[in-house]
């Protein structure tokens, strides 16, 4: 792929993932794993939805309420300020993209100011800005720092890549057979289109502050009866370090750190750039690739349309 894809006439971007918001048929015992497995830490419950920070400022970076079954409910973006709010809703309209709830004053946790849309295919994505964060952030061992990415694999891969790029101001950070890794910050990556199996999540993704963090939460996790389902190991595109497991009802959850760090002067690469050597399937090659359990539940989890309305911020 060349770069043209840098130059689309694009004036807003959106800032960071801040937040994902899913539902599970027993949230009280996802909540529980989020606590007191995957250490996040519970801030609160309103309405029956349950929500969990990370050692980052952000408020939370996981909501969780019931629905039938585990679902996606809504990716939570960060704008600069009402006037990039109002400039990315602007890309979206232009993109032929329905806004359901268009730009409007929020409650906090959920910011001052913002809008939420389906993308072409029928994801569903709020952009605010204004929340009122945590004054108190620090790295702690152990711990997750913030949500690193979200990777979700698509049906009309050139639908959901347009609208990443030119309505919301991703760059094409590197393209493999299988992904595209798009950037909006100095994160090499924070959301991941995949070329087949969608509208589905293949996984969400937690940075550790290390990689000793990453190992610890792998052994915290065989201590909860769950195996590594693939890793430890060093991805291609990235170069971050990952061990990927199932979490409550079969939700794919990665630990990863040391993500790059690009900038402007980055070179993409292209899927001729990214071929592994036989047997290979990350830099380091001491893991035997993705279970079988894994790549099928990577393909299970739909966006729901329950509650993803922002009625309930207003
Ligand atoms: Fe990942």
């Not at 409650?107 to 295919?121: A, I, N």
């Not at 993500?259 to 292209?270: E, T, V």
């Amino acid at each position: 792929m060349s770069n043209s894809n840098t130059l689309a006439k694009v004036s807003a971007k959106i800032s960071t993932l801040r937040s994902i918001d899913l539902g599970f048929a027993d949230p009280a015992k996802a909540v529980k794993f989020f606590a007191d497995v995957w250490n996040l830490t519970p801030v609160g419950e309103a309405a029956g939805v349950y929500y969990l920070r990370a050692t980052g400022a952000f408020h939370h970076v996981l909501s969780v309420r019931k629905t039938a079954q585990p679902a996606l409910i809504r990716m939570v973006y960060d704008a600069a300020d009402a006037a990039t709010v109002n400039a990315l809703h602007a890309q979206v309209v232009a993109q032929g993209l329905k806004t359901i709830d268009p730009p409007a004053r929020l409650r906090q946790p959920h910011g001052d100011y913002g809008f939420g849309f389906k993308d072409p295919e029928g994801r569903n994505i709020a952009v605010v800005c204004g929340v009122k964060d945590h004054t108190e952030a620090a790295d702690k061992p152990d711990r997750p720092r913030k949500l690193s990415h979200i990777n979700l694999n698509a049906s009309d891969n050139a639908a959901s890549l347009a609208c990443f790029r030119d309505a919301l101001g991703f760059r094409v950070a590197d393209t493999t057979r299988k992904f595209n890794f798009l950037s909006c910050n100095s994160d090499h990556h924070s959301t991941v289109l995949g070329v087949a199996g969608g509208p589905t999540l293949n996984h969400i993704a937690f940075e550790m502050p290390d990689l000793d963090s990453v190992m610890r939460g792998a052994g915290r996790m065989r201590d909860d009866g769950r195996g590594i389902e693939w890793g430890p190991g060093r991805h291609g595109p990235g170069n971050n370090v990952f061990c990927y497991f199932l979490g409550p009802e079969d939700m794919p959850l990665e630990y990863t750190s040391e993500m790059q760090q690009i900038d402007a002067g980055y070179r993409s690469r292209a899927p001729e750039d990214w071929k592994w050597p036989p047997g290979r399937l990350d830099h380091w090659g001491i893991n035997k690739g993705p279970s079988e359990h894994i790549e099928a539940a990577g393909l299970k989890i739909n966006f729901t349309s329950d509650g993803w309305r922002l009625d309930e911020w207003r």
